[in-house]
């Protein structure tokens, strides 16, 4: 099972910018879809973004697009969360997830979270003035 470390949680006035972590071991992320999702105080776990495996085809949820950027560095096995112009609704627990692995080319990921079967522990994302 693919062990992931999440990292960059922080306090941030709003419009302030966050880069996430999600580190791997065991596993390669190259040959997994990776999704970041949010949960926070009271309410449901949301699906943010996600990047495919091998193509690196990413998805966002429209309250991020346009803002926030999901990225996969192969050398250092991590997945990366750009979150810019960030506003107090974003507060939450952050979680990355990966299914797979999927060795073939030209697939999409979803956030449908019941297809991970792989999460980080989280890092607190706190936006507030």
């Known amino acids: 099972q693919v062990q992931l470390v999440e990292s960059g949680g922080d306090l941030v006035q709003p419009g302030g910018s966050l880069r996430l972590s999600c580190a791997a071991s065991?596993?390669?992320?190259?040959?997994?879809?990776v999704g970041w999702f949010r949960q926070a105080p009271g309410k449901e776990r949301e699906g943010v973004s996600c990047?495919?495996?091998?193509?690196?085809?990413?998805y966002y949820v429209d309250s991020g697009k346009g803002r926030f950027t999901i990225s996969r560095d192969n050398g250092k096995n991590t997945v990366y969360l750009q979150m810019n112009s960030l506003q107090p609704e974003a507060t939450a627990v952050y979680y990355c997830?990966?299914?797979?692995?999927?060795?073939?080319?030209?697939?999409?990921?979803?956030?449908?979270?019941?297809?991970?079967?792989?999460w980080g522990q989280g890092t607190q994302v706190t936006v507030s003035s």
């Open positions: 997830a990966t299914y797979g692995p999927t060795l073939s080319s030209g697939r999409r990921c979803t956030l449908a979270a019941d297809n991970y079967n792989s």
């Open positions: 065991r596993a390669n992320l190259q040959f997994y879809a």
């Open positions: 990047i495919s495996s091998i193509d690196g085809n990413t």
